[in-house]
């Protein structure tokens, strides 16, 4: 009877029939058959209902539990071997501990060598040497007390490995405090109680594809010596994976998590995959260590993602994801090689929202193309200014200039697929069989993106890799919105370089400056040193040194400044050198070309409103005089010959650019050279452009300035 209960098929499980009941003799025949697979005895208890609760042997009294797993021990424990224990198909009922199936051992000493093979000793070897992270992590399999000897150390093994292939636990599993030198391995498995794996060791394979956990999972403090195999798991309960240490990879990829699930201080030595998963409840990684790389490609977050005080070695990838309340990136650190590719990131709902510490968080976010991304971007800037972190939504519109500004210049300067010659196709790359494809299909319908290459027979992802950033698939462009395109690129390429985009007040402050102290170097060398002949007009020595020490201090500092904050200091340089060297150079030669000889030659072409001494705004002042008699009474020359005179100059150059200075200093308007009175005007010109750029620039770095600003 009990032989045919055991060639129950698999068919007659697939159709709910419970499987035949392990009994007494039943279990002794199995054992009696025990036979090799791979060299490793295999025990063979598939398809079988076990029932380890209450009941009891008719003969002795002894409960079923207890003589299982007393036959049952001798198996699983003999020098040298391995064995597997199949669970394939079977029903567990009661809890099913895995203690009275291990082996207690001590950790050190001679015995070892007389209990387990060569690689068992060496896995054993490499958890002695994680003694110390052990002390923290697990106070019930090594014994830390200082008053025991070596050899007291005891751990308990569980030298088999379970096959837990469609295996059905009713009721809760035990697997804690355990080091399980065979692994785990089966797809399909349920457990429909707990499982408490705390505190546990696993050294060879740990692979539960497909499987439910119906209740909590328990694995804190748990060390995965090997790849973690849990993808398209179901874990409908709460799931603690707190302070375990994954040493192999960690793979939950398209998993379910329902409930709760705290992988708070865990360690990720390898690669940890989260992609394509479900959280439909509050994740933890709180204080967690990923050494390599992160992906939670296409997750689908419906709760709050913690990673607070979490370290980041790698890249963390949440390309293509999407969430509906909260990522916390508060405190964590980032390497200098790690980063956060947000991606194709959805913003899900109105209260989404993506925190970090301020300054921080901005910086480490990457997003490598603008198609596709153009909402994200504006989400991520929404979504700061409402945290009210400037810095971080300033850094995201930077970056979102930046791909705007690749963007431009590809279709500027990049071929167009649709409308390029087969020369030119030859030139990026192309074969003559490919270049005849491409014109085919652009024939029949135009190319609305480089992706539809790939659709070509022809061309393969090497080819398509190779030609991407020389080319661009767009409806044919106009000369006419060529130009505008260009204009726009070069508009941005200023901006970019000159202010960050409106992100950066200390490179706007870099900059003017240095425009300060050039004009007001240059103004002073046209006002002091006027001629030489037939009557000297010099300036003394000690101003000289005045103005040759601040105009090259000011000039440091300003070249400091755009060094750390331009994202192309040569270009933002390049740019002050347009604008200050060439046309008030030519003034200047111009002027000591034609040589002074008009009246008024003995006094400043500067003069100074004698009626205030006080800091003002000078918003609507020109830099020259007006011509009514009576203010010439107000106006009186600068003067000369103070030791302090000097810095008239600076005070005249700050007028002019920021439109803000301590006295009221203007041009005189008799006797004055048209070359120097236009200088004065062009740096002036320049002025309102700088104090636009400036005003912009402050508005977006400074929270509420532009309410100020606007209104």
């Known amino acids: 009877m009990g032989l045919m209960l055991m060639l129950v098929s698999p068919t007659a499980l697939a159709e709910g029939i419970d499987p035949p009941l392990l009994t007494q003799a039943m279990l002794q025949q199995r054992l009696e058959k025990v036979k090799l697979d791979q060299g490793q005895p295999l025990i063979d208890l598939s398809d079988v209902t076990i029932d380890l609760r209450g009941s009891s042997l008719a003969e002795t009294g002894e409960p079923f539990a207890d003589y299982f797993y007393r036959q049952l ?32 051992v001590p950790l050190y000493g001679q015995q070892l060598s007389l209990l387990l093979s060569n690689n068992e000793r060496k896995q054993l070897e490499r958890d002695r040497r994680r003694r110390s992270q052990l002390q923290q992590l697990s106070s019930n399999l090594i014994s830390t007390s200082r008053d025991s000897s070596r050899s007291n150390f005891q751990v308990r093994l569980f030298r088999g490995k379970l096959l837990l292939q469609e295996t059905h636990f009713l009721d809760n599993v035990d697997w804690s405090n355990t080091f399980f030198l065979g692994g785990i391995e089966g797809r399909g498995a349920v457990f429909r109680g707990e499982v408490q794996a705390a505190e546990s060791r696993f050294s060879q394979v740990f692979n539960l594809t497909q499987a439910q956990f119906l209740q909590p999972a328990r694995f804190h403090n748990s060390i995965f010596f090997t790849t973690v195999v849990l993808n398209r798991v179901q874990f409908q309960g709460d799931i603690d994976f707190t302070g375990a240490i994954f040493e192999g990879g960690a793979n939950f ?12 201080g865990s360690k990720f030595m390898e690669t940890a995959d989260f992609s394509e998963t479900t959280w439909r409840d509050r994740g933890d990684f709180s204080k967690a260590k990923f050494v390599q790389v992160l992906y939670f490609t296409n997750a689908m977050i419906l709760d ?20 509906q309340k909260l990522l916390d990136f508060s405190d964590a650190q980032f390497t200098s090689e790690a980063y956060l590719n947000i ?26 193309t603008l198609q596709g991304n153009e909402n994200l971007l504006i989400n991520l800037v929404r979504n700061f200014r409402e945290l009210e972190q400037i810095e971080d939504a300033n850094q995201v519109n930077y970056k979102r200039i930046i791909l705007v500004q690749r ?8 071929s167009n697929l649709n409308t390029a010659s087969r020369e030119t196709l030859r030139q990026i790359g192309f074969s003559q069989a490919q270049i005849q494809e491409v014109l085919q299909h652009r024939q029949e319908q135009l190319f609305s993106s480089l992706s539809e ?34 204009l726009k690129l070069v508009f941005i390429t200023l901006l970019l370089a000159l202010s960050r985009y409106g992100t950066s007040f200390a490179l706007v402050f870099g900059i003017g400056a240095i425009a300060i102290a050039y004009f007001a170097s240059l103004f002073w060398f046209i006002d002091r040193y006027r001629r030489l002949r037939p009557q000297r007009i010099l300036p003394t020595v000690y101003e000289s040194l005045c103005m040759l020490v601040t105009t090259g201090v000011f000039v440091s500092i300003g070249v400091i400044d755009i060094v750390q904050s331009s994202p ?7 740019c002050l050198g347009v604008v200050m060297l060439p046309i008030p150079g030519l003034l200047t030669l111009r002027i000591y070309q034609q040589g002074r000889y008009h009246d008024l030659m003995d006094v400043s072409y500067f003069v100074e409103d004698g009626a205030f001494r006080e800091l003002r705004l000078m918003i609507s002042r020109l830099p020259i005089m007006p011509r009514f008699p009576f203010f010439r009474d107000r106006f009186e020359p600068i003067l000369c010959d103070r030791r302090w005179g000097w810095l008239n100059y600076y005070d005249f150059s700050l007028n002019n650019l920021l439109k803000f200075g301590f006295n009221d200093i203007r041009l005189r308007d008799r006797q004055m050279p048209g070359l120097i009175a236009a200088l004065a005007w062009y740096q002036w010109s320049l002025g309102i452009l700088y104090i636009s750029l400036l005003f912009w620039t402050l508005s977006r770095t400074i929270p509420g300035l532009n309410l100020f600003l606007y209104f």
């Open 343 to 368: 991606s194709n990131l959805t913003f899900d709902a109105n209260e989404s929202q993506l925190i970090g510490n301020p300054g921080k968080i901005g910086q480490v976010l990457s997003i490598p």
């Open 568 to 574: 192309q200091p040569g270009l933002t340089l390049a």
């Open 253 to 264: 990829r398209s998993s379910q998590l329902k409930t709760f699930s705290n992988f708070a």
């Open 407 to 414: 963007d431009l210049f590809k279709r500027v300067f990049a």
């Open 453 to 486: 290459m790939l659709s070509l027979e022809t061309v393969s992802l090497n080819t398509y890799t190779q030609v991407r950033d020389r080319l661009i698939a767009v409806p044919p462009i106009t000369w006419k919105s060529r130009l505008y395109l260009g």
């Open 304 to 323: 709050s993602l913690s990673f607070r005080e979490a370290q980041f070695l790698k890249s963390v990838n949440f390309r293509e994801g999407s969430f």
């Open 73 to 104: 021990r001798p198996y699983l424990n003999r020098p040298s071997l391995q064995p597997r224990l199949d669970l394939r198909g079977s029903e567990i009922r009661g809890t099913f501990r895995i203690q009275p199936l291990s082996l207690n």
